[in-house]
């Protein structure tokens, strides 16, 4: 029978909020201290989330990230990376890499991969900040997972997001399906969260450029997508629940509240 008490940090660890793993981990510590085994029992659960966040590590002595993903995974705590040609084992809890070993990938599709991450690179380089990217045969070599993930954290101002994107593509057509997900935290003082996700179909017909390319454009539509959503939200619902400013249009000074005749100098007239 399952432990009630892993089932309960199991959902604590997937639902944790970008760049909040560590938090998590020292929180379940201070409500746990009788039970140090608890986080190594939960361990299958940060193993999922980290795979599902497409969580973004340096190797040590590296400056580039390398991915963990279900899709690279060897089994063991052990990934590979495709482009630094090296394996590594993955602390799920810590989120650090170790041990890392050479690697040479076994697949039909190589050449194929490395001018998708060519093209891949670029994409990153003009779109985003502090992405991580990579392309993974899956099991069978019928298929290429096409995968990044784009963190920005800003403890500073209490707000941390992420942008991960996932597709699914045929060798031959570099046709497939992918999809897009968000998640924005804001925790000032109360805890706001943004999660968006969208499916796509992704059409190809000349190499993995032109397959690249049209990855970036569902990719900005999407975004646009998202800036009329927050365009919406700011002027049609979020001001449904509290006035901006007052009938008058002007902000209110404070400092003279005192001084104001209600109906006359806040209601903008003599009566």
Known sequence: MSDPRVAIVSKFIQGTPPGGVASVVRQIKLLTPDEPDLLQSAEPAFQKYNEEQLTAVKLPGASQSVLVTPYNSLGDGRYYDVESSSSFEFDHTTQKASNVQSYTLDSQHTDLI?????????????????????????????????????NRYSPANFWN??????????????????????????????????????????????????????????????HEELNRGFADLSEGSFKGLRRQLPVTRQKVEWEKIGGYRLGQDIGGGRR
């Open 161 to 222: 997001g992420r942008f991960r994107t996932t597709y699914l593509l045929t060798p031959s057509s570099l046709s497939g399906t992918g999809s897009i997900k968000v998640d924005v935290h804001y925790y000032e003082d109360g805890n706001v969260r943004l999660s968006a996700s969208k499916e796509l179909s992704i059409t190809s017909s000349s190499g993995a450029s032109e397959a690249v390319r049209q990855i970036a454009l569902a990719e900005r539509k999407y």
């Open 114 to 150: 490395k001018s998708l991450l060519k093209s891949l690179s670029t994409h990153a380089a003009e779109h985003y900040t502090n992405a991580a990217y990579s392309v993974f045969p899956t099991d069978d070599d019928s298929t290429l997972a096409v995968v990044l993930v784009a």
